[in-house]
């Protein structure tokens, strides 16, 4: 999980710790899950509850974090992407 702080806003990037390094395929969607982007820093539950609970955006890969995420509501499971079959959900605060 990485956190950023920009204008005002709080990015949160959560994945699972597994698929880091991975790229996802489908059609012409595309995801890479980067280290540079989600971070190295492996974090437990609770602190990813409470950085998406604080989050204005939220970008979350894989099927641990984006269960997790639908589970403390931050993001409606019907409404999540598959790509390659990875699941992908991103969140914002209007």
Known sequence: ???????????????????????????????????????????????VKRALRNATIANITGKKAVELAARIGIIDRNRVLYIGGCPHAQMVVM
């Not at 994945?15 to 059609?27: A, N």
Request: net charge negative; glycine share 10%; with cysteine.
């Open 1 to 47: 999980m990485r956190v950023y702080r920009v204008k005002g806003e709080v990015l949160v990037a959560v994945c699972d710790s597994d698929i880091v390094g991975k790229t996802f395929r489908e059609g012409d969607l595309k995801i890479e899950v980067k280290e540079s982007f989600y971070g190295s820093e492996e974090v437990g539950e609770e602190e």
